[in-house]
């Protein structure tokens, strides 16, 4: 069964605090890997796209991989303005559907 | 960019009422997707359509119906609202097709409480 599991569930980071996100997933033939994120009461904000491992792509202090087996949402240096919700979700080769983690929601303090 | 756009960001209902939530997007993308969103249990697809008038059930389709009559827009329906319909709706779009993934873009949301 396709699958996509996001840890940590929560995180608190201080300003200037590098981490990273993982998101595992179990999926037959992937088609592209998706990272969002959301911030409270609001709809999801595409991040990045992921196709095959090995794949990295980079925005402002977030930069993601891919493996044959997860993804990591590498946060560098973060800022307040940071803290949201991240969202993997994954798309399976022959099918229209996305399969979505639970997120980690993610704190920054100034 | 692409728009998609929710009529109603929160609606405050009684059960029993029937429920419709509007979504339109602007950049002609073949498929969409209604979504509903619960603490702890992500994002569980309602419905999903590929072209007018079409529609296949998703993971959760018990409760709901749509109607996509125009290409640019697709509506979530509650026939009856429950108390366990109380949750927040994403509707989201895509392109059909292409070599690779397509991206799902979002809608701001319907915050649905159901009382």
């Known amino acids: 069964e396709d699958q996509v599991t996001q840890s940590p569930e929560a995180l608190r980071l201080q300003e200037g605090e590098s981490s990273s996100l993982n998101c595992s997933y179990t999926?037959?033939?992937?088609?592209?890997l998706f990272w969002y994120r959301q911030d409270p009461g609001k709809g999801p904000e595409f991040l990045f796209t992921?196709?095959?491992a090995g794949e990295e792509k980079e925005k402002e202090r977030l930069k993601a991989t891919l493996t044959k087996k997860e993804s990591f949402l590498h946060i560098t240096a973060p800022k307040p303005e940071d803290s949201a919700t991240y969202l993997c979700?994954?798309?399976?080769?022959?099918?229209?559907?996305?399969?979505f983690g639970t997120g980690t929601r993610l704190k920054v303090l100034a | 960019d692409v728009k998609v756009t929710q009529s109603s960001r929160y609606l405050v209902k009684r059960t029993g009422e029937k429920v419709f939530l509007e979504c339109v997007q602007d950049?002609?993308?073949?498929?969409m997707f209604w979504y509903r969103q619960d603490p702890g249990l992500g994002l569980r697809l309602i419905y999903f359509?590929?072209?007018?008038?079409?529609?296949e059930k998703g993971d959760i389709p018990e409760g709901y119906s749509v109607s996509r009559e125009k290409k640019e827009r697709f509506s979530l329906i509650l026939e009856s609202a429950s108390t366990n319909q109380t949750s927040m709706y994403l509707c989201?779009?895509?392109?059909?097709?292409?070599?690779?993934?397509?991206?799902?873009?979002f809608g701001a949301g319907s915050r649905l409480t159901v009382l």
């Open positions: 989201a779009s895509s392109l059909l097709g292409g070599s690779g993934a397509n991206v799902l873009t």
């Open positions: 999926v037959s033939g992937l088609r592209g």
């Open positions: 992921l196709y095959s």
């Open positions: 979700a994954v798309q399976a080769e022959g099918t229209y559907k996305y399969i």
């Open positions: 950049m002609d993308h073949e498929n």
């Open positions: 359509s590929y072209d007018v008038k079409m529609k």
